[in-house]
């Protein structure tokens, strides 16, 4: 049952982390990028401002993608249910702003933390479409797939945002649930909460505007 649960919140978070970044995806945004190993990571979560106001809830949406051998992009997103504000953002990020450890993932030890202040970025670069900048530092940890869920993928996939920009990937991935801990532009993801871990093998990344 456990097992059965954990894959389907995989999917669900995916698809929901996958539509919110494709929605943000800046139009100068291109390709193709060719990563030969290389993980991405993505997370959503609500949170109530306000335990007094239903209303106050927010939505928060982060996604770390590896867009090259040597290159990330960080896209986020927060939604405002009432009480609060929104927020979205996307662009390149120092790769030191992102640090991988743990092997492989399928051994539960796979992490992936990224700490970065989007305020310091080069506006060239990275674009806080609207809403304040910020810091995000938030953790993922690889879950044991009979308890996370996992799947793979070989071969062409292709999301399309209700804006019509497109990413293409060609290659495999392997996604893991992830625990994940942190903060991201003050907002403290609540415990637990789950995310998903993405491995990127020989995989080539296209986004068409």
Excluded at 25 to 54: K, R
Excluded at 82 to 91: E, K, R, V
Excluded at 155 to 171: A, M, R
């Amino acid at each position: 049952m456990m097992k059965k649960f954990g894959r389907t919140m995989l999917t669900v978070m995916g698809l929901a982390v996958a539509a919110a970044v494709l929605s943000s995806i800046p139009a100068h945004a291109s390709g193709p990028n060719v990563i030969a190993n290389g993980f991405s990571a993505g997370v959503g979560w609500f949170t109530q401002l306000d335990p007094n106001n239903p209303f106050s809830t927010e939505l928060v949406v982060v996604n770390v993608q590896r867009t090259a051998n040597t290159g990330y992009m960080l896209f986020y997103i927060v939604v405002d249910f009432g009480g609060g504000f929104s927020a979205n953002g996307s662009g390149s990020i120092p790769f030191s702003s992102v640090n991988v450890s743990g092997g492989s993932v399928n051994t539960a030890k796979e992490t992936l933390t990224l700490n970065v202040n989007t305020c310091g970025l080069d506006p060239s670069s990275f674009t806080t479409n609207y809403g304040p900048c910020g810091t995000f530092n938030l953790t993922w940890v690889e879950m044991p797939a009979s308890i996370g869920g996992s799947y793979a993928t070989r071969g062409d996939t292709q999301f399309t945002s209700p804006g019509g920009s497109k990413v293409t990937t060609n290659g495999e991935l392997v996604n893991f649930g992830a625990l994940v801990t942190g903060t991201a532009l003050g907002y403290d993801a609540p415990t637990p909460t789950l995310g998903g871990l993405t491995q990127q093998t020989n995989v080539t990344v296209t986004v068409t505007p």
